[in-house]
T-cell receptor, first 115, second 115 residues
Framework: AQTVTQSQPEMSVQEAETVTLSCTYD???????LFWYKQPPSRQMILVIR??????QNATENRFSVNFQKAAKSFSLKISDSQLGDTAMYFC????????????FGTGTSLTVIP | EPEVTQTPSHQVTQMGQEVILRCVPI?????FYWYRQILGQKVEFLVS????????KSEIFDDQFSVERPDGSNFTLKIRSTKLEDSAMYFC?????????????FGPGTRLLVL
């Protein structure tokens, strides 16, 4: 079974600073996908960034980037130039292609951006 | 931008009662999911649905649960006889199809409280 661990239940960062959220996972699969989702207060989860395991290059989306270390089974999210709108719960998710393509989620990290 | 919608946003029910949670996926999407999150725990996969049948289900999804796509727009989760431990936030998700790594779009959730 796949497990995803987010060891930081809560984090805070000053506006305009950089913060890194950690995520580790456990799998015996070689082909899989990793995702970071953001859930603002009282809103639905939205995709922040995704990474295909077969790609060595780390994914980047504007101020969001990942550090994907396949051998270490680590998938951290870096948020640069943090903005107040980044305040949210962040979920790391693992997906193995297959019949259902379901996600396995971590417990989430609650990020607060301090003005 | 199209969104997944869920109704109701909150539901309170008595133990042993049936509940139906409703979801309207994004209109051209083909794959549908239900997840749940018990307070303070991980978001857990329940079931995936494609082409009018269940493609995969978790151990949680026992005989008390069923899903249905009664028309071209709604996707429902029914719990026949609710238990206290069914109290959770239930998320519906959909994706377009084709590529397994495609984004799953999540609804805002239904908070179910079983008394």
């Amino acid at each position: 079974a796949q497990t995803v661990t987010q060891s930081q239940p809560e984090m805070s960062v000053q506006e305009a600073e950089t913060v890194t959220l950690s995520c580790t996972y456990d799998t015996s699969e070689n082909n899989y996908y990793l995702f970071w989702y953001k859930q603002p207060p009282s809103r639905q989860m939205i995709l922040v960034i995704r990474q295909e395991a077969y790609k060595q290059q780390n994914a980047t989306e504007n101020r969001f980037s990942v550090n994907f270390q396949k051998a270490a089974k680590s998938f951290s999210l870096k948020i640069s130039d943090s903005q107040l709108g980044d305040t949210a719960m962040y979920f790391c998710a693992f997906m193995k292609p297959g019949t259902g393509n379901q996600f396995y989620f971590g417990t989430g990290t609650s990020l607060t951006v301090i003005p | 931008e199209p969104e997944v919608t869920q109704t109701p946003s909150h539901q309170v029910t008595q133990m042993g009662q049936e509940v139906i949670l409703r979801c309207v996926p994004i209109s051209n999407h083909l794959y549908f999911y239900w997840y749940r999150q018990i307070l303070g725990q991980k978001v857990e996969f329940l079931v995936s649905f494609y082409n009018n049948e269940i493609s995969e289900k978790s151990e949680i999804f026992d005989d008390q649960f069923s899903v249905e796509r009664p028309d071209g727009s709604n996707f429902t989760l029914k719990i026949r006889s609710t238990k206290l431990e069914d109290s959770a936030m239930y998320f519906c998700a959909s994706r377009a199809g084709g590529e397994p790594q495609e984004t799953q779009y999540f609804g805002p959730g239904t908070r179910l409280l079983v008394l």
